[in-house]
């Protein structure tokens, strides 16, 4: 079937610190990939997406690589801050679904 | 740029009552979407309307109905409220730019969400 899974939070990190939370997933067809973020108090927004293997998708600092052989769409950022704190979700689109699969999120805490 | 409106932004609500949370988007999308977030459980899809005139069930339906009213609006009832439907609810959209002419477009489309409704039903 198809699912989405995320590394368990909470992620506490330093400031400047290297940030890395795994995502997986399994799907039927070639998925496009999406990593969403949510602020506290607000809606998700997409922070970056890749569309086939190999692509790397970019945004804010933040980096995300379509690994289709090992199924992996892990997101990296060199240096985190203390505004980058807020909750990750990584999402596929099973093939071409206009649905989203989601991961149950990974909340990210900053401290300065 | 409204993007996806959604109100109210907080409702109480008693066992029972009814009430409609309202979505509209600005963006010309196709397809509109209804989901709940709970601590723990992620984002669950609870209706979704791939195009004006047509509704779909998602993961979890149940105690819900929507509407899509037109191609900006897309509502979500709840005809008799549970303390389980307590949730923070969100409306997103998404579309291609190439308007229903593209039925591969939507698929690399994100979803554009509101800010959310919070909702306690005591």
């Known amino acids: 079937g198809n699912s989405v899974t995320q590394m368990e939070g909470p992620v506490t990190l330093s400031e400047e610190a290297f940030l890395t939370i795994n995502c997986t997933y399994t799907?039927?067809?070639?998925?496009?990939l999406f990593w969403y973020v949510q602020y506290p108090g607000e809606g998700l927004q997409l922070l970056l997406k890749a569309t086939k293997a190999d692509d790397k998708g970019s945004n804010k600092g933040f980096e995300a690589t379509y690994r289709k052989e090992t199924t992996s769409f892990h997101l990296e950022k060199g240096s985190v801050q203390v505004s980058d704190s807020a909750v990750y979700f990584c999402?596929?689109?099973?093939?071409?679904?206009?649905?989203?699969?989601w991961g149950l999120g990974t909340s990210l805490a900053v401290n300065p | 740029n409204a993007g996806v409106t959604q109100t109210p932004k907080f409702q109480v609500l008693k066992t029972g009552q009814s009430m409609t949370l309202q979505c509209a988007q600005d963006m010309n999308h196709n397809s509109m979407y209804w989901y709940r977030q709970d601590p723990g459980m992620g984002l669950r899809l609870i209706y979704y309307s791939a195009s004006e005139g047509t509704t779909d069930k998602g993961e979890v339906p149940n105690g819900y109905n929507v509407s899509r009213l037109n191609k900006r609006e897309f509502s979500l009832r709840l005809e008799s409220a549970a303390p389980s439907q307590t949730s923070v609810y969100f409306c997103?959209?998404?579309?291609?730019?190439?308007?229903?002419?593209?039925?591969?477009?939507?698929?690399?489309?994100?979803?554009?969400f509101g800010d959310g409704t919070r909702l306690s039903i005591l």
């Open positions: 999402a596929h689109n099973a093939g071409n679904n206009r649905k989203l699969i």
């Open positions: 997103a959209s998404s579309g291609s730019p190439y308007g229903t002419s593209d039925p591969w477009g939507y698929s690399n489309q994100p979803q554009h």
């Open positions: 799907a039927t067809g070639y998925p496009s």
